[in-house]
């Protein structure tokens, strides 16, 4: 059903990064893929590496654009994957607008919204606060701010080199630069910029990795104006939760109304 595509991000289009486009089937009713849906993965988790991550992406983006008749496209950040590039946290924000940018020049896509999980999740709320063109916001086990990366920013960029997404020996130019965006990236400052367009948020209740806290955080954030979803007994990995992509595919049908 998608097709392997290439989205030019960083400074002037020099980073190449892995992507995959999802269409609607040709029998689909008249005017389905007009509604596009940029969909993110989040950050290596436990001894996934970077090489792994985002993996079952495209098979979800075929299921939302064949259940739900949009247009999804979904990437690699850079540094994971077949993308090029070293990650920083503002470099994944960079790499969300791009992923935007080329959604929006698709033929028949009239309107975009965004969609992410985990890292990705907590990029979609920014990158929507910081963009008008963005119309609505899903947001999957987000945290609510990178501090806890920041509080010890060398031994998580000694991490972020175990796990293979900073690749270049070289890399980062800047350390202390690369250390002040784990801070200065706030979902928790930019998501009340949503409202009144369409806002979900849902967080697993046994989520280990972010506190459910976080999610409760975002929604007193955007004053309410959110739908607010904690699914009982459910872990970080709600991409693999039947009941997150039914709800995802819930909201997504709203949309269209």
């Avoid at 698709?106 to 063109?133: N, P």
């Avoid at 630069?177 to 784990?182: D, I, P």
């Avoid at 806002?199 to 976080?214: I, K, R, T, Y």
């Avoid at 872990?235 to 997504?252: E, F, T, V």
Wanted: aromatic fraction near 8%; charge should be negative.
């Amino acid at each position: 059903m998608g097709e392997p595509v290439s989205i030019a991000s960083g400074p002037r289009g020099a980073l190449a990064l892995s992507g995959y486009l999802a269409r609607p089937s040709a029998s689909a009713a008249q005017g389905a893929g007009r509604y596009g849906l940029v969909l993110s993965h989040g950050f290596p988790e436990g001894s996934q590496d970077a090489g792994a991550v985002g993996k079952s992406f495209p098979e979800l983006a075929d299921r939302l654009a064949r259940d739900a008749a949009w247009t999804v496209l979904t990437f690699n950040f850079r540094g994971t994957g077949e993308s090029q590039g070293d990650f920083s946290l503002a470099g994944w924000l960079a790499d969300v607008r791009a992923a935007v940018d080329h959604l929006l020049q698709e033929d028949g896509v009239e309107a975009v919204w965004l969609c992410g999980f985990a890292t990705g999740g907590a990029l979609s709320i920014c990158a929507a606060g910081e963009d008008e063109r963005v119309r609505g916001v899903a947001a999957f086990a987000a945290p609510a701010d990178f501090n806890e990366w920041a509080s010890d920013a060398r031994r998580f960029l000694a991490h972020a080199r175990s796990v293979g997404v900073i690749r270049s020996a070289w890399y980062p130019p800047d350390p202390d630069a690369w250390a002040r965006e784990l801070r200065e990236v706030k979902p928790l400052s930019l998501i009340g910029k949503i409202p009144p367009r369409p806002l979900l948020v849902v967080h697993g209740a046994n989520d280990a990795s972010v506190p459910m806290l976080d999610a409760r955080a975002l929604a007193d954030a955007a004053e309410g104006e959110v739908e607010l979803r904690i699914l009982a007994a459910a872990s970080h990995q709600l991409r693999h939760d039947p009941r997150a992509i039914a709800i995802l595919l819930g909201w997504l049908d709203r949309q269209l109304v």
